[in-house]
């Protein structure tokens, strides 16, 4: 069993729309990460946090450490957001299985 | 160079051979990580280097796979008598600190690793 699970596995949405997909883990971390991989491309690291709320341009991503929960919201979607995006925690170097999403014009 | 690298970027090898792939993090990254991507699948861990503190080898799938990280650089890791399961994208990522706070992981371009 995977101990970081994301939802949703796949999400379309159009151009404009709010995304947000979601990361659960089983066990007690100190910080997460937040990672995106275009199709056929490299992986770029999004963010990292240990608390709260971070933000880089459209990209919103929040935790909550108590709840063992964290998502990441992409404002104003657009079809170049279109990757995969992954979760993983950096105590025990566990990724999920990503969220791949499309979005279109 | 600027980022992390990996070669050979491409690996077509016969069912066992061994096989050698390389990693050069960014200079002055202590943490160094090496993860497979199989197709569709997601990341996983295989081993990890922080500084000079023995490794975490706790993802390695089996005995025919080893790495080690000469002088706190470089990184090899060598699957021996590869088997057609291991084709996969062999990812290296470091980062300039390990432990509960990596910092930004940074990742390389990825090693494809096909086994016929």
């Known amino acids: 069993k995977n101990e970081v699970e994301q939802s949703p596995q796949n999400l379309t949405a159009q151009e404009g729309e709010f995304i947000t997909i979601n990361c659960s883990y089983s066990?007690?971390?100190?910080?997460l990460h937040w990672l995106q991989q275009h199709p056929g491309g490299g992986i770029v690291s999004l963010f990292m946090?240990?608390?709260g709320k971070k933000k880089h341009g459209r990209l919103i991503a929040t935790i909550n450490i108590q709840e063992k929960h964290s998502s990441l919201h992409i404002t104003a979607s657009h079809p170049r957001d279109s990757a995969v995006y992954i979760c993983?925690?950096?105590?025990?170097?566990?990724f999920g299985t990503g969220t791949r999403l499309q979005v279109f014009p | 160079g600027a980022g992390v690298s990996q070669s050979p970027s491409n690996k077509v090898t016969e069912k066992g051979k061994d096989v050698e792939l390389r990693c050069d993090p960014i200079?002055?990254?202590?943490?160094l990580y090496w993860y497979r991507q199989s197709l569709g699948q997601g990341l996983e861990f295989l081993i990890y280097?922080?500084?000079?503190?023995?490794?975490?080898k706790s993802g390695l799938p089996s005995d025919r796979f080893s790495a080690e990280r000469t002088g706190g650089s470089v990184s090899t890791l060598t699957i021996q008598r590869t088997q057609q399961e291991d084709s996969a994208v062999y990812l290296c990522?470091?980062?300039?600190?390990?432990?509960?706070?990596?910092?930004?992981?940074?990742f390389g371009e990825g090693s494809r690793l096909t086994v016929l």
């Open positions: 990522a470091s980062s300039l600190a390990g432990g509960l706070y990596t910092g930004e992981l940074f």
């Open positions: 200079s002055g990254h202590t943490a």
């Open positions: 946090l240990s608390s």
């Open positions: 993983g925690n950096t105590d025990k170097l566990i």
């Open positions: 280097f922080q500084g000079n503190s023995a490794p975490d």
């Open positions: 066990v007690g971390i100190s910080a």
